[in-house]
């Protein structure tokens, strides 16, 4: 089973440094991106299960990195994180696909916690899409006895 691989992304320099350090003392593989435009040029090159994602960026905001993750990336799960919530900006990130979403200043056993819990959602679904794909490719008795 693959380990969580982790990345983070917000514009604020200081959060970054700081929870990546405190989350690989964890133990955590932790990717660190400080913008939308800088998160998607990562995913591109590595692999990354779960992504928490600042809802408040200069460019390219959350909801539009969001958007773009989802697109290109579908099985990647997104946790919004905003110090600046409001409702329509939570309702809007869950509609767009996000798994969840926490409040800044975030505790960091909560960011694990809801990480955590969106990497076995995805472990899930990638199990349920092998079984379907087994199933495609197996056939049933009646089949087998047709083609002998």
């Known amino acids: ?3 969580l691989k982790l990345m983070i992304v917000d514009d ?8 990546q350090k405190l989350l690989q003392k964890k133990g955590v593989d932790v990717v660190t991106a400080s913008s939308g435009a800088e998160a998607l040029e990562k995913l591109r090159g590595q692999s990354v299960h779960v992504v928490i994602l600042d809802v408040k960026m200069p460019g390219m905001d959350g909801v539009a990195t969001l958007r773009e993750i989802k697109r290109q990336f579908p099985m990647v799960e997104v946790i919004m994180l905003t110090g600046h919530a409001t409702v329509e900006s939570a309702v809007e990130g869950l509609k767009t696909g996000a798994v969840d979403y926490l409040m800044k200043p975030a505790d960091l056993d909560q960011i694990l916690e809801k990480a955590n819990d969106a990497f076995s959602r995805r472990i899930g679904i990638e199990e349920k899409i092998r079984v379907a794909r087994m199933r495609g490719l197996m056939k049933t008795p009646r089949e087998i006895l047709k083609n002998t």
Do not use: G, S
Request: charged share 45%; hydrophobic share 35%; no cysteine.
């Open 12 to 19: 604020e320099e200081r959060f970054l440094a700081t929870t």
């Open 1 to 3: 089973m693959d380990k």
